[in-house]
């Protein structure tokens, strides 16, 4: 089995590569770093740079690993230093909104136009992307963060259309779109103070979730917005 991991060096996907190393015993990984390579070595794994805003990097990795039987996209971008999330429409800046697609959505597009060869196999594979419960339009009663939401509603889209598209085309591929809940990361450390207790997951909490939905899921269940508890999650 080879699976791929995309920001294998963020917060849960650090995570996802040691439990998939445990999970799948016989699997060999590959792991993406954008600044800095994560901290975990193994004889199954193998760290590579990728900046997922450049589509020849996709499509030289594309070319390189040739099949996988799973893929997971774990870049994501909410905050930086200078900037914060929207509170209102008054601080809303294109350059920041334009980050926002450039990492939430846009990676995950590019890497299903050049690996879905690589998905195409008579075993079921999966392909799946981290999306969030705040791009659900449906969801939407707060308002705010205003283009986190629409990067992750526009990825859902996304992910939907391709997965229509390869349930002709890929169809043992499973395409999945993953909320993960509010996770201990980097991403979501300057909005912990005030969440309610329980709800702050540790990234073991959340990669469990998430490849308990991955083993059970088939292509029967491609296009679906999955969240960590095991429910569907309104568009
Ligand atoms: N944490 C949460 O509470 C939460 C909640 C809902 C959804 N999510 C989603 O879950 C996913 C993972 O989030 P996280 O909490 O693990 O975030 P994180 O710790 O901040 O990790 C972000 C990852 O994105 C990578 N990245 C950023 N820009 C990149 C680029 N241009 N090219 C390649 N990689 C790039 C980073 O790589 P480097 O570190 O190497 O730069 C890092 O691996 C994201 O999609 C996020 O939106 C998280």
């Known amino acids: 089995m080879k ?9 849960i996907g650090s995570s996802l590569v040691s439990s998939c190393l445990d999970y799948y015993p ?11 390579p994560g901290d975990i070595h193994h004889s199954r794994l193998q760290w ?10 996709i499509e030289n990795l594309s070319n390189d690993l040739g099949s996988i039987d799973l893929l997971i996209n774990a870049v994501g971008f909410l905050h930086s230093e200078s ?3 929207e509170k209102t429409i008054k601080e809303f800046d294109p350059t920041f909104f334009q980050h926002n697609i450039n990492i939430n ?6 890497l299903a136009k050049h690996f879905m060869t690589s998905l195409r196999s008579n075993k079921t594979t ?6 969030a419960k705040i791009g659900s339009i449906e969801d939407n009663r707060m308002g705010g963060w205003l283009s986190y939401r629409v990067a992750k509603s526009a990825l859902n889209m996304a992910m939907k259309t391709i997965a229509i598209e390869w349930s002709l085309k890929v169809p043992n591929c499973c395409v999945i779109l993953f909320h993960s809940g509010t996770t201990d990361t980097q991403l979501s450390k300057p909005f912990q103070k005030n969440l ?4 702050l997951h540790s990234t073991n909490h959340t990669t469990d979730a998430l490849l308990d939905i991955i083993n059970s899921s088939a292509p029967a269940d491609t296009g679906k917005f999955m969240s960590y508890n095991g429910s569907e999650i309104p568009w």
């Open 196 to 199: 309610p207790v329980g709800q």
């Open 105 to 110: 959505t846009l990676p995950s597009i590019l």
């Open 126 to 131: 999966h392909f799946v992307a981290f999306s």
């Open 3 to 11: 699976i791929l991991i995309v920001g294998g060096s963020g917060g």
């Open 48 to 57: 590579r740079k990728l900046d997922v805003t450049i589509e020849d990097d």
């Open 83 to 85: 900037q914060k999330p």
């Open 26 to 36: 016989e699997s060999d990984i590959i792991a993406t770093y954008n600044t800095h």
